[in-house]
């Protein structure tokens, strides 16, 4: 069908129109235009190609806009159009400008303002998609096309939300995936997509977050680098070997092929190295076996727990840096001796400032990862002293060694030191050296 022409108007189900402005964009099974509609614009996305089971499809989008977006991270569906020549679309907000296309971000053409953003925004697709499958639905075609990404502030947006489907229930547009994405057993055609399988494609999706590299991509796939659809099927679906995978070397990243993961894979800790060992070794065999949205959670808390820059000069440290034995050196010259550790329910935090408290570490239970309760401060007139800033709307209580006690109001600051606990509303932290337990 051709394209429409600006100022062209179509019809929605409910009643009224949007008016085309332009096209934005296209990709295989449709074209996304901008339109406006009661002075407001949107994007719709029309679908160009044949559908299959057309009607399941199009009553699956209908049960998902009247659900509602899981959360304000989903480009949700919002209106149906009626159809027209045997095709029709549907309506989204459109992605504000400062989103950029992950595949920009996977190919270096856009860069994280910092570590800490690149795990904030892993952390902000984790819980969007922990978001739909609480409501009980699952995405089903998981891959780099699906997020848009503001680098600055590592908020993300999940868009093409058309194969989300109710349970584990097969997609009524018959969608497996996109290959390197899809799950082994979905690739070799035994299963269709269901949450399980959501969680492989969530960590091939953090895994080229954080490696920029394909998990699967190693020597094996050097060995013959014209893929047949023969080739393809070994690599994916019936043997896939992790490029780190500990007990088998068979397919380890290539020196001078595959830079990425060689450089990168090193400088992250061993706890987040055994996430995606776990998820790729047994998670491949086993789908119970993978990584829940809720336990990549808890691993990112803590990555981004250990994500430190120099307070003088502001660089990133490499994330393992903590873990280092003896003085921490900048490369600007200065050195900072281990800094000493929030312990806080399951979470050790280290206390060094920029670093952020968030809802998670400080109320007892939850699972709020994005709303800041407190920060560490240095002292301008003193930088050798350093405190905890209350930015919560809760007052918090401090015991010193000496057993003191001091209220410490929002606003205020907690002077850090060994051995003195904090207590934040219900839960009680404490601060010890590293290697104290
Ligand atoms: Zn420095």
Not at 43 to 54: E, G, I, R, S
Request: proline fraction near 6%; charged fraction near 25%.
């Amino acid at each position: 069908m051709q394209e429409f022409k600006t100022g062209y108007k179509i019809a929605l189900v409910d009643g009224g129109q949007a008016e085309i402005l332009r096209k934005i964009g296209g990709g295989g099974q449709g074209i996304v235009y901008e339109v406006i509609m009661e002075q407001k614009r949107y994007a719709l996305k029309w679908y160009t190609c044949k559908l299959k089971n057309q009607e399941a499809f199009r009553e699956n989008l209908q049960s998902n806009i009247e659900m509602g977006a899981p959360d304000d991270k989903f480009l949700w569906p919002l209106f149906l159009t009626l159809e027209e020549e045997g095709s029709f679309g549907y309506i989204m907000d459109l992605r504000p400008p400062e989103f950029s296309d992950f595949s920009d971000i996977l190919n270096n053409k856009v860069k994280f303002s910092s570590t800490e953003m690149v795990i904030q925004s892993a952390l902000n697709i984790v819980n969007g998609f922990r978001a739909l499958h609480r409501k009980g639905r699952s995405y089903q075609d998981l891959n780099d096309g699906n997020f848009f990404i503001n680098a600055a502030t590592g908020d993300v947006l999940i868009c093409d939300n058309d194969n989300v489907t109710p349970g584990d229930q097969k997609n009524s547009g018959d969608v497996g995936g996109k290959p390197g994405y899809m799950a082994p057993e979905v690739f070799r055609g035994d299963s269709h997509p269901n949450s399980l399988t959501d969680f492989h494609s969530l960590a091939v999706i953090l895994f080229k977050l954080f490696l920029r590299h394909d998990p699967l991509w190693g020597a094996d796939h050097e060995r013959a680098p014209c893929i047949t659809e023969e080739r393809e099927m070994e690599l994916y679906g019936t043997h896939p070997v992790f490029i780190f995978d500990p007990n088998d070397l068979s397919n380890r990243p290539v020196n001078g092929v595959h830079p990425n993961p060689i450089k990168l894979w090193p400088r992250y800790p061993q706890f987040f190295q055994d996430a995606f060992i776990q998820s790729f070794v047994k998670g491949m065999q086993d789908p119970n076996a993978r990584l829940h949205d809720n336990e990549w959670q808890k691993i990112l808390v803590r990555l981004r727990d250990e994500a430190i820059s120099c307070p003088l000069c502001k660089r990133d440290w490499p994330i393992n840096k903590l873990g280092q034995k003896g003085p921490i050196n900048c490369v600007c010259g200065r050195a900072y001796s281990a800094p000493l550790r929030l312990q806080v329910g399951k979470y050790s935090v280290p206390l060094f400032p920029g670093k952020k408290l968030y809802g998670c570490h400080t109320i007892d239970g939850s699972d709020d990862y994005n709303t800041v309760t407190g920060e560490v401060i240095m002292n301008k007139n003193n930088p050798g002293l350093w405190g905890i800033k209350n930015l919560s709307l809760d007052r918090w209580e401090m015991i010193t060694p000496g057993g003191e006690r001091k209220t410490i109001d929002p606003g205020s600051v907690a002077p850090i030191g060994r051995g003195v606990s904090v207590t934040f509303k219900e839960l009680t932290g404490k601060i010890t050296q590293a290697d104290e337990t």
